[in-house]
């Protein structure tokens, strides 16, 4: 029997918040159950994760191990990658898409996104000289690094247990706040230029205008770049909706836009379980985990055509062209005020689910593991 190698896990940053984070600790765990050595490096952590990782500069101790496998999780411009360069493993990369520098190339104080996702790119060439075999968490992100030139990834969707969430207890007092008979539309995400928190806007005032002005916007986001949220917050008050970005002010369930910045697990739970519809008009999504988190609470789901998105939508929900505007606020009318389509899109949204579901991704984790090793095996013997 042959011996299995360790397999390390090599990323930019490791935190326990985001989805690759995420999928990395999950990927620790399944291996270390199939008995497999392995560790995760990188070059920042969240205190959290502190004595759980090791700093990608350790990565030079294993760099003569022949019976090893890396992964890199690639999302970005920076120097970890280049770690394995020297090394003997057999390099593994993971694409998880790289949001084009164009959202970021308008004004200067973007200039670091611009830097660092344009660096992502420019990289490929040097990056396809020592990977050996590609995953991806999307056949959208597949075929996009197969026209980098890559060799044609198997495809993992992102790893996550969405059932955990769904069984947390909502809080009380903000469940509370939500359900005092307005419409709670909901999206959420990092507040940046491409997932298109500014085009919800946009939709909001119409829907006010010609559909129900109290319909009220809820966006949950952390909001870490500085000069995005700050637009925001100027074209909110140029179309004259009111935004209260505080969960503990007393207007807080008064005012058109929520917009809580990140929440905890429990807070993210309560603001699912109350929303009557989750749109999404991003306008660039490798996967996108929002939509699945929302089939598992069973919420109607509204969507911009682009990118990622219809694959993982699936028929799991509606899809539109946000550029339409009279056939998009004509749509949120019909799911708000029909109860029976609304019904419907609830029961299509679980049954998509069932896709993402812990033990659909345990098996296709295997599937994928198992023609890895075998790829490595079939390179040792070259």
Request: proline share 5%.
């Amino acid at each position: 029997m042959k011996k299995l190698p360790r397999i390390d896990q090599l990323l930019p940053t490791y935190t326990h918040r985001d989805a690759i984070g995420t999928e990395v600790q999950h990927i620790e765990k399944l291996l270390t159950n199939r008995g497999i050595e392995n560790a995760v490096f990188t070059q920042n952590w969240h205190p959290s994760l502190e004595g759980k990782c090791c700093h990608v500069q350790d990565y030079s101790r294993f760099s003569k191990i022949k019976n090893a496998i890396s992964i890199y999780h690639h999302s970005i411009g920076c120097p970890v990658p280049f770690y394995t360069y020297q090394a003997e493993a057999f390099n593994v990369t993971h694409y998880h898409n790289i949001t084009p520098p164009r959202f970021f190339a308008k004004d200067t104080d973007y200039q670091l996104y611009f830097e660092t996702t344009k660096l992502g790119f420019v990289v490929h060439p040097v990056m396809r000289l020592f990977t050996h075999f590609t995953w991806a968490d999307s056949y959208f992100n597949a075929q996009e690094f197969v026209d980098y030139g890559f060799k044609e990834p198997l495809v993992l969707p992102l790893l996550r247990d969405y059932r955990k969430l769904v069984d947390l207890p909502e809080k009380k007092e903000l469940a509370l706040r939500l359900k005092d008979g307005r419409k709670n539309i909901l999206f959420t995400g990092r507040f940046a230029p491409n997932k298109a928190q500014h085009d919800l806007l946009f939709l909001l005032k119409l829907l006010h205008e010609y559909v129900d002005p109290k319909i009220r916007l809820v966006l949950v986001g952390s909001r870490d770049m500085i000069k995005y949220p700050s637009q925001f917050l100027d074209l909110a008050k140029s179309l004259n909706l009111s935004v209260d970005m505080s969960p503990e002010s007393d207007r807080y369930h008064n005012c058109d836009v929520l917009a809580p910045g990140s929440v905890d697990d429990s807070s993210m739970t309560t603001y699912y379980r109350n929303a009557d519809l989750f749109l999404c008009l991003s306008d660039h999504e490798g996967f996108c985990v929002p939509l699945v988190e929302s089939m598992f609470f069973g919420l109607p789901i509204i969507a911009h055509t682009s990118t990622a998105v219809p694959e993982t939508l699936g028929d799991g929900g509606l899809l539109i062209d946000k550029y339409d505007w009279p056939g998009t606020v004509a749509t949120i009318k019909a799911v708000l005020s029909d109860v029976h389509l609304s019904s419907s899109l609830r029961e299509k949204a679980k049954k998509r689910a069932e896709h993402f579901a812990w033990p659909a991704l345990e098996k296709q984790f295997d599937v994928c593991l198992d023609q890895t090793l075998k790829a490595f095996f079939e390179h040792q013997n070259t």
